[in-house]
């Protein structure tokens, strides 16, 4: 029994030991110096640079608010980043690193205004494309002053997409029912228990087609492009870096190096930018520690009874 709870000890103290040293290890590789990684410098030294901004996985609305400022999930702890941003002089250009197939139309909404502020504050604003900036992705992007992607990166998909199950069948072969009282007729828009409407239809269709529009309208407005010519590219199909370049969705291929040597540039910065962090190190740790609850709070959003229109790549 003695040797089972001198067991039990040890691996309790392996286990928080592994935790300590991981938090050090991670502070430790927290952005600085002047190479792309990790060269940075802190808002506190009070040296004008470029600041890099990262836009990863599925946008959503942070579900709930957190104890931490700085621990949060969602569009929302990026819009707080970028109007920090925003407010601090020494930052004279912006660079968004995207690697996302997009996600809800208010939160992609909200992270696109915050930018067209930051260019209205006079600072320019450069969208490094990864592995993936689609749909709500390339929603986000495209207010930039230039977009830059990997020849191979995997962008457009413009479009809007809302999905909502029937299980009606499902419930008859288990002996399920369900009674709805309402105060209106559609109030209960998009059940599963019960077949659409062709009325329900055709107004979830208006919202769609809307939706759609706002999306048409950003990027025509973004990239000065034509609406016909815009419309043409809108049907969902996704590009290679290299399509969406020769069809116009971008600038120019390139690196997320090369993005913040273009933002410098763009800002009239000489030689080689600073980048100006914008969190600090323990940040960055509740950034790993938070990925997987992140992917977690999106799913449950996924899996909750409800419509939700989503500019996201499928």
């Not at 830059?148 to 299980?167: F, K």
């Not at 971008?250 to 000489?270: C, F, P, Q, R």
Request: glycine letters at 10%; proline letters at 4%.
């Amino acid at each position: 029994m003695e040797s089972k709870k001198v067991m039990m000890y040890l691996v309790a103290g392996l286990y928080f030991a592994s935790v300590i040293v991981g938090i050090f290890l991670v502070i430790q590789s927290a952005p600085r110096g002047k190479t792309v990684k990790p060269r940075g410098v802190d808002f506190k030294l009070k040296q004008k640079g470029v600041a890099v901004v990262y836009i990863y996985g599925p946008i959503s609305v942070a579900q709930q608010e957190t104890p931490m400022p700085f621990w949060g999930f969602g569009s929302d702890r990026i819009v707080t980043r970028l109007k920090k941003i925003r407010r601090d002089p020494n930052v004279k250009a912006v660079v968004l690193r995207i690697n996302s197939p997009g996600g809800s139309v208010g939160a992609v909404q909200e992270i696109y205004q915050e930018v067209e502020k930051l260019k209205g504050q006079g600072k320019k604003v450069v969208v490094s494309m990864g592995d993936v900036a689609a749909s709500g992705g390339y929603y986000v992007a495209c207010i930039a002053d230039k977009i830059m992607a990997n020849p191979g990166t995997i962008t457009g998909s413009i479009g809007v997409i809302a999905q909502l199950g029937n299980v009606e069948e499902l419930f008859k072969k288990i002996g399920v029912k369900i009674e709805v009282i309402k105060s209106g007729k559609h109030k209960d828009i998009g059940s599963a228990s019960r077949p659409m409407t062709h009325q329900e239809r055709k107004i979830l269709q208006d919202l769609i087609n809307n939706a759609y529009e706002q999306f048409l309208e950003a990027i025509v407005n973004g990239r000065n492009m034509p609406y016909e010519e815009v419309k043409k590219l809108a049907d969902g199909t996704i590009y290679t870096g290299q399509q969406a370049k020769e069809n116009g969705l971008i600038d120019e291929l390139g690196n997320l190096e090369e993005a913040i040597n273009l933002a410098g540039k763009l800002a009239g910065i000489k030689g080689e930018p600073n980048i100006i962090k914008d969190y600090t190190p323990f940040e960055r740790l509740f950034d790993i520690f938070g990925q997987q609850f992140e992917e977690n709070a999106f799913n449950k959003i996924l899996n909750k009874k409800g419509l939700r229109l989503e500019y996201i790549l499928e």
